[in-house]
């Protein structure tokens, strides 16, 4: 598997785990995006939040969001879950 944007795939990846690290388990969705809003302004990342997929692929049904767009290349959606089953 090959990563289109391996540097910038390991600055998200690292600030996911520091805002679990921070928070820890049982948070909900909305709190781990507003933790991870606060690490990409730290890490000096550009985002854009709830950022509604059509303006990216026109193709898209209208509605569809992701919570982020990253440097306006990795669309990243996160969920949050009480139990793994």
């Given at each position: 598997m090959t990563l289109i944007?391996?540097?910038?795939?390991?600055?998200?990846?690292?600030?996911?785990?520091?805002?679990?690290n921070k928070i820890g388990r049982f948070a909900s969705e909305r709190q781990y995006n507003d933790e991870l809003e606060q690490e990409f302004i730290l890490a000096g990342i550009a985002y854009k939040r709830e950022y509604e997929l059509q303006n990216f692929e026109p193709s898209s049904p209208k509605g569809n969001r992701v919570d982020f767009l990253v440097e306006g290349l990795i669309p990243l959606d996160s969920?949050?879950?009480?139990?793994?089953?």
């Open positions: 944007e391996p540097q910038l795939s390991y600055k998200i990846g690292g600030c996911c785990f520091r805002v679990h969920k949050a879950k009480k139990f793994v089953t």
